[in-house]
């Protein structure tokens, strides 16, 4: 079936998902804006040069998947998807993300990974429906404070960045469960690290970090994991007898979540 049928079908049959992944097209078709029923696009894996705008029109989209694009803009009007939950936008040389993916305030899920961010909109603090949030192997510095207002976030991955410290409201993430922050600038851990309410998983492989003091240790005694190795800090004190949850020296491999 080529495109122009399945295009026909989905629109006759009132489909609310469709598959235009590797399919190698450099433009969206128009007639996807007239998919209204569609929930659910996926364009994965193609040369899209220009930002889709055909796809605000879809009032009812809830997942949207651009990955493996070679998008550098995202549609100036997307904050009228406002049905969308899950975004994917990995692999494609934005640079940016815009503003105006903080009136998407039913997102739960944001995948942006090799993008070429150097930094991260603050309008992100108004989602706070977001539960998952991938930055990784992008090359932000600096995080903006109102990461602290994601209160339903609970997985942070940040990995593969130049990150040297976080935000102090970093604090307020009560829903927060997993951090990955491996491959990154940091010269010791952050104290807002030790705040985090229900923090369970943190990863700082691959840092600068050359000691982990005392008082620091007692409040991360709710993590089931610490990783820090491949770090400068490698010898483990007499005094940490016990304390099996953080790993220090070095690995053969370290993988880093999506």
């Keep these: 079936?080529?495109?122009?049928q399945i295009l026909e079908e989905c629109h006759r049959k009132k489909w609310e998902s469709l598959n235009l992944s590797h399919r190698g097209l450099v433009l969206v078709p128009g007639r996807v804006s007239e998919l209204k029923t569609l929930k659910k696009l996926f364009l994965n894996d193609n040369r899209l040069i220009l930002p889709p705008e055909e796809i605000v029109q879809l009032d009812h989209l809830e997942e949207l998947i651009l990955d493996q694009n070679q998008?550098?803009?995202l549609p100036k009007n997307i904050s009228s998807l406002k049905h969308l939950t899950y975004l994917a936008v990995t692999h494609?040389?934005?640079?940016?993300?815009p503003e105006a993916l903080g009136d998407l305030r039913e997102l739960r899920e944001l995948w942006a990974s090799n993008c070429g961010l150097v930094s991260v909109p603050s309008s992100v603090g108004k989602l706070d429906k977001l539960q998952k949030l991938s930055l990784s192997n992008n090359s932000i510095t600096t995080l903006p404070p109102q990461f602290g207002s994601l209160r339903s976030l609970q997985w942070l991955n940040l990995a593969d960045n130049k990150i040297e410290d976080v935000p102090?409201?970093?604090?307020n993430l009560q829903s927060l469960v997993f951090i990955n922050l491996n491959k990154n600038n940091f010269e010791k851990i952050p104290k807002t690290l030790t705040e985090i309410p229900n923090l369970q998983v943190l990863l700082m492989n691959?840092?600068?970090i050359t000691a982990l003091e005392d008082d620091f240790i007692l409040s991360f005694s709710k993590l089931i994991k610490l990783d820090l190795?491949?770090?400068?800090l490698k010898l483990r004190p007499q005094h940490w007898k016990g304390l099996d949850f953080i790993l220090l020296g070095s690995t053969e491999t370290v993988m880093d979540d999506i």
Aim: glycine letters at 0%; a negative charge; zero cysteines.
């Design 71 to 73: 998008l550098t803009l």
């Design 1 to 4: 079936m080529d495109l122009d």
């Design 92 to 97: 494609n040389p934005l640079s940016i993300l």
């Design 206 to 208: 691959f840092n600068s």
């Design 168 to 171: 102090e409201d970093w604090k």
């Design 229 to 232: 190795r491949q770090n400068p």
